[in-house]
Nanobody
Framework: QLEESGGGPVQTGGSLTLSCAAS???????MGWFRQAPGQQRELVAI???????RYGSAVQGRFSISRDNAKNAVYLQMTNLKPEDTGTYLC??????WGQGSLVTVSS
């Protein structure tokens, strides 16, 4: 089970941090976030492996930063310089096999 927090409304250029905590030890290779806007396909935001290797979607590269705390079974997404096109539901995942309930991020211009 994944518990997400940190979404909400923000103005263009603002920042938000999302958190996602797993209820137990993470045994799959990576955790991270995907996002989905209404009428659009789900897209990669950022993922991080157990060894700390990261991968970002091209739309967020340079603006978002993902980190994890293996001792807390948690992952964090720091989002800066937010744009209206970042609006959507951010879904935390473990290995794209377990999914959180989603956090809504709304960026207003």
């Amino acid at each position: 089970q994944l518990e997400e927090s940190g979404g909400g409304p923000v103005q263009t250029g603002g920042s938000l941090t999302l958190s996602c905590a797993a209820s137990g030890p993470i045994i799959l290779a990576y955790m991270g976030w995907f996002r989905q806007a209404p009428g659009q396909q789900r897209e990669l935001v950022a993922i991080i492996s157990l060894d700390g290797t990261t991968r970002y979607g091209s739309a967020v590269q340079g603006r978002f930063s993902i980190s994890r705390d293996n001792a807390k079974n948690a992952v964090y997404l720091q989002m800066t310089n937010l744009k209206p096109e970042d609006t959507g539901t951010y879904l935390c995942t473990i290995g794209e096999e377990q999914w959180g309930q989603g956090s809504l991020v709304t960026v207003s211009s």
